[in-house]
């Protein structure tokens, strides 16, 4: 089957709109409202929860069958650790991804990864 132009247009348009939506809905809703502290105070777990999550999948998972690797991306666990301490001490996030890019790059020249 072929796409037209038109469906083409339409797939874009249909994307945006539920792009759109669920950042528009709660930026109406909460924009009118006032936010509980306790909300205010869990929302800053959220960030660090994902972060966290995505790197330990990194280091420790083997994505081609999701086995668990252990120490064997040594250059990675090397990495996380000045990533962690950068983090502690500047408290920027900027500055933390470069790091450790810089960390994985210069470790992956001698360690595996």
């Given amino acids: 089957m072929h796409m037209s132009s038109m469906d083409h247009l339409i797939l874009v348009l249909l994307s945006m709109v539920v792009a759109f939506l ?19 105070e869990w929302m800053k777990y959220v960030l660090v929860s994902l972060f966290t999550a995505l790197v330990v999948k990194d280091i420790f998972i083997n994505t081609k069958d999701y086995s668990f690797i252990g120490l064997g991306y040594l250059a990675k666990i090397v990495a996380a650790v000045i990533v962690i301490g950068v983090a502690y001490r500047s408290r920027s996030m900027g500055l933390s991804v470069v790091f450790g890019l810089i960390a994985v790059a210069l470790l992956a020249l001698v360690l595996p990864i």
Avoid: A, C, D, Y
Wanted: hydrophobic share 40%.
């Fill in 22 to 40: 669920p950042r528009f809905i709660p930026l109406r809703i909460f924009s009118t409202r006032e936010i509980p502290q306790w909300f205010n």
